[in-house]
């Protein structure tokens, strides 16, 4: 599994990378979109799963966990490993989504004390107007490229960048899968409650892939890429995660 994780995101960081050149966008939302749709997979796939056979707890708790490790653990490891300046135009509809999805959720929880179909629905509008509005931010905004950074770069063609993308995202989340279920399998083996693994081990589990991402975006000196997929990915979890649960 995380041999798998390791792998998959390479291959999908080369293919988001040259998608974001080729169109000129900024990584910051390729990181926010193309990229945290591939990385959040795991999270879907697990409270999909939990909703289906009645655990909303794991549903909505390996959300929240999520978003807990990807701000505390995978932004932290992002920015202080590779401080820098900030593209405030490029982070601010990220960030402003994030925080609405957060009050609507909020709301869900304390005032209205539940979760209901057409809340979902309403979330998973939400993440659709998000990926239009930050996509044609990107498309105002290109990216300049520097003439040697494209003189670097190996030529690929949009379906190879494409092709890894694909290859990358299936193998972060048939690893993430394997490496949470056999993960849990050895913590039960050692005597650790189950309640405690669905709390602890299946968020972390399942932000492995962010984690995994963030850290192959920094070697590759693609810090914003990182950064915008642990935006992204905490826009998923909110409005797409749930909103699917």
């Not at 169109?23 to 799963?49: K, Q, R, W």
């Not at 300046?85 to 539940?114: D, Q």
């Not at 993960?183 to 309640?195: K, N, Q, R, S």
Request: proline share 4%; charged share 10%.
């Amino acid at each position: 599994g995380l041999v798998l994780l390791i792998k998959g995101g390479d291959w999908f960081v080369d293919g988001a990378t040259g998608i974001a050149r080729r169109f000129h966008l900024p990584d910051i939302v390729v990181g926010a979109t193309v990229v945290s749709i591939g990385t959040t997979l795991p999270e879907v796939m697990v409270s999909a799963t939990g909703a289906m056979l009645g655990q909303g707890a794991m549903a909505y708790g390996n959300a929240i966990g999520s978003i807990i490790c990807n701000t505390a653990l995978i932004a932290a490891i992002s920015v202080a490993v590779n401080p820098g300046p900030v593209n405030t135009k490029s982070m601010k509809m990220p960030v402003l989504f994030f925080f609405v999805s957060a009050a609507i959720y909020c709301v869900a929880a304390y005032l209205m004390g539940e979760f209901t179909r057409p809340l979902g629905v309403i979330m998973l509008t939400i993440f659709v107007v998000y990926l239009i509005f930050t996509v044609r931010q990107g498309m105002k905004n290109p990216e300049e490229v520097e003439e040697e950074e494209e003189a670097n770069a190996k030529p690929r063609t949009f379906l190879q960048d494409l092709f890894w993308l694909v290859v990358g995202a299936g193998l972060i989340a048939v690893g993430a899968d394997l490496l949470v279920e056999h993960g849990t399998i050895i913590a039960v083996g050692l005597g650790v409650p189950e309640t405690v693994i669905a709390l602890t081990f299946v968020a972390l589990g399942t932000s492995l892939p962010e984690l995994v991402t963030t850290i192959t975006s920094l070697r590759k000196g693609h810090a914003s890429l990182g950064i915008g997929n642990v935006i992204g990915a905490n826009v998923f979890n909110l409005v797409l995660v749930s909103g699917v649960a």
